[in-house]
């Protein structure tokens, strides 16, 4: 069975470009968490959805971020405009329900010049 | 301070060493998480466990619920365990999950 599938694997723009991730969870996982992980650092959520809905989203900067899960299924998250402390690696996870076992997708590393 | 306190954060270690990574926590939980993180990798989860101890293959997890305390032990450590290892839990209020900031494991042949 496939993981949980991210794109684009590396990413690099200048800063007040736009820039947008994509997250395919494993199949029936309702639960799909973005997570940003900076170098040396572990990760921090900064939004969950349960189904199509965004139940956890406070550590979302709104100014910039945003994401969407329409169909409930995969999902996207964009920056715009990026900044230059926007640079990390930016990681989707799924589960089946929430507090259970999180699958990692393999990131996206993002570098804003 | 940080809900999640994990060490040591660098460990260097030689082949076939017995290793022990720390992992304590303040808040309440229900389960804890061991994740491993190799250089330039993905996030594999290692273990989800809410009591007792866990085994798989050379690595054990334990968890203390009463102390707050998670422990992830290696045996006859090998070089491709070297990883960033890290600890997570979910907060039983609110809808957070808390990381610890990781323990580097490098294990020399």
């Known amino acids: 069975e496939a993981g949980v599938v991210q794109s684009p694997r590396y990413k690099i723009i200048e800063k007040k470009q736009p820039v947008a991730f994509w997250c395919n969870p494993i199949?029936?996982?309702?639960?799909l968490y973005w997570y940003l992980q900076n170098l040396g650092q572990g990760p921090e959520l900064l939004i969950r959805?349960?189904?199509?809905?965004?139940?956890?989203d406070s550590q979302l900067p709104k100014d910039r971020f945003s994401a969407e899960r329409l169909k409930g299924v995969d999902s996207t998250l964009k920056i715009q405009p990026a900044e230059l402390g926007d640079s990390a690696v930016y990681l989707c996870?799924?589960?089946?329900?929430?507090?259970?076992?999180?699958?990692f997708g393999p990131g996206t590393r993002l570098t804003v010049l | 301070k940080n809900e999640v306190e994990q060490s040591p954060q660098n460990l260097t270690a030689q082949e076939g060493e017995f290793i022990t990574i720390n992992c304590s926590y303040s808040v309440g939980i229900s389960a804890l998480h061991w994740l491993q993180q190799h250089p330039g990798g993905g996030i594999v989860s290692l273990f989800m466990?809410?009591?007792g101890k866990k085994k798989h293959g050379r690595l054990i997890a334990t968890i203390n619920i009463q102390e707050k305390h998670s422990s992830l032990h290696i045996t006859a450590s090998h070089p491709r365990d070297s990883a960033v290892y890290i600890c997570?839990?979910?907060?039983?209020?609110?809808?957070?999950?808390?990381f610890g900031t990781g323990t580097s494991l490098t294990v020399i042949p």
């Open positions: 466990l809410s009591s």
């Open positions: 959805y349960e189904n199509e809905e965004a139940v956890d």
């Open positions: 199949s029936g996982h309702n639960t």
């Open positions: 997570a839990v979910p907060v039983n209020t609110g809808n957070q999950f808390y």
């Open positions: 996870a799924s589960s089946l329900g929430y507090r259970d076992e999180q699958f």
